[in-house]
């Protein structure tokens, strides 16, 4: 199939974006990396007016470390994000998801501000962005405004930013000396699109967990923090009582539905299993770029 | 900026080339039938299945993901770019030599993927080679044949290290 007629513009400005969004507003959708909107044009699922291509806005396409964070602009490509040496550093936890993104030649297109503005419920950036307490900035006519992760992701495809608005910026903070961190994920190929997965990232004092993050993907709309886990998990030892516990509480906690993917009860019992493995190879010390 | 045709001059194949597009001709479309290279497929029209694999900027690209004014300016490689006039690239022969394709339609995509991995890695692991294919469906041969081309192909790289894959 192929997509209806639209009308194209690439700025090359963020200036250029902002008054575009502004003219256009929700008859417009942002072209970025094209990996998850061209797939729903061709397949006639969405119909905008008008696309604004932001691939020739140099100024989106940066990593920067500034102090305790690390900021991305929304173009950055995810198989540059997932290979940069500052990312790996300081916030492993984002390469290790957007390493199972996709394949290669998906990786090579797709953005990090794309997949967070697009907002899948089985987009792996997201389920990080949400452990990681990551902060979003969002641009438009009226000027820039921050968004917490936690307030960012409202539905399925559906996220804070307005329809004349964009995502400009996405900062992730530095993960703390001796910090660990794991996402695993179900697909039914591999390289495929996720049926559930689990991002996990663990402040550590010694070998004790300090401060766990746990958020499931693919049992909600939207990813979901494991509240329950990471209290279970506080102060407790990496080993295989900790793993299993966590995994109990997961099961517990998490209330998929059925849908034609998977039924709730595959779900819940593979997010469980999941938690446990994320703990287990965190305290085995593997490779955290490992799949 | 309104939708209408718009021309697109880029480089294939280390060729300059240019034709006119509507924005929403998608790239995949645009190499076929504005360029003539039929090499590369259109197979599911939503990035599943890679027969439209290409490269741009020297990166893989799903040609079905963009449209064709987004490559102004740009440089692509299609299937077409492996063989050398008349003879095929070490890939290919391999590809023949290990019966890796049956019809053939997701042979090009196929290709690019494996070659855009062995470009980068001459000696891959069989992991290596697995994961980079696994973004390309095949319908007809089960994959292992195509992963003993890539392997056999891996295996000429090493013995010679002038040679491109």
């Not at chain 1, 072209?31 to 729903?40: D, E, I, K, R, W």
């Not at chain 1, 030649?105 to 949400?130: F, I, K, M, N, W």
């Not at chain 1, 961190?181 to 004092?205: K, N, P, T, Y």
């Not at chain 2, 994961?131 to 890539?150: D, F, P, Q, S, W």
Request: glycine share 6%.
């Amino acid at each position: 199939m192929k997509p209806p007629p639209f009308d194209y513009c690439s700025p090359s400005t963020v200036e250029e974006v902002v008054d575009l969004l502004g003219r256009h507003g929700a008859d417009a959708r942002i072209l970025a990396g094209g990996q998850s909107l061209v797939p729903l044009m061709n397949l006639r699922l969405m119909r905008p007016g008008v696309l604004i291509d932001l691939n020739r806005c140099r100024e989106l396409d940066y990593i920067e470390h500034r102090g305790d964070e690390l900021a991305f602009g929304p173009m950055v490509r995810q198989i540059k994000a997932a290979q940069s040496p500052l990312v790996r550093q300081h916030c492993p936890l984002v390469a290790q998801a957007l390493s199972w993104a996709g394949p290669v030649a998906v990786r090579s297109r797709a953005t990090v501000g794309g997949t967070l503005a697009h907002a899948d419920r089985v987009a792996e950036l997201p389920a990080a962005a949400l452990a990681l307490d990551a902060t979003m900035v969002i641009q438009g006519p009226r000027g820039r405004r921050e968004v917490p992760a936690q307030a960012f992701f409202l539905g399925d495809l559906t996220t804070a930013v307005e329809p004349d608005e964009f995502l400009r910026e996405i900062r992730f903070p530095v993960a703390a000396p001796g910090a660990r961190s794991h996402f695993c994920e179900v697909s039914v190929r591999q390289e495929g699109v996720a049926v559930v997965g689990v991002a996990m990232h663990l402040d550590m004092v010694g070998d004790r967990i300090a401060k766990a993050a746990v958020v499931a993907m693919g049992v909600d709309a939207i990813p979901q923090r494991l509240m329950q886990v990471e209290q279970a998990l506080q102060a407790r030892a990496l080993d295989a009582q900790t793993a299993e516990l966590a995994s109990r509480c997961a099961f517990d906690q998490v209330d998929p539905a059925t849908d034609p993917y998977a039924s709730a009860g595959y779900r819940r019992h593979v997010v469980a299993q999941l938690v446990g493995r994320a703990l287990h190879s965190i305290a085995a010390q593997e490779s955290l770029y490992e799949q | 900026m309104s939708n209408e045709m718009i021309t697109v001059a880029l480089t294939v194949n280390g060729q300059p080339m240019s034709a006119q597009a509507e924005p929403r001709m998608l790239l995949a479309d645009f190499i076929r039938h504005r360029l003539r290279l039929t090499g590369t497929h259109v197979g599911c029209a939503h990035g599943a299945c890679g027969a439209c694999t290409v490269q741009v900027e020297g990166e893989p690209a799903r040609s079905c993901l963009m449209f064709a004014v987004q490559a102004d300016g740009c440089a692509i490689e299609t299937v077409e770019s492996l063989a050398d006039d008349d003879s095929l690239s070490p890939l290919q022969e391999e590809f023949r030599n290990h019966h890796a394709l049956q019809c053939g339609f997701c042979t090009p995509g196929m290709l690019m993927s494996a070659h855009a991995l062995l470009s980068r890695k001459r000696d891959p692991s069989e992991a290596e080679i697995r994961r980079e294919i696994a973004g390309n469906l095949c319908r007809c041969t089960g994959y292992n044949n195509i992963v003993k081309a890539i392997q056999a192909t891996a295996r000429r790289l090493q013995a010679d290290p002038e040679l491109k894959p």
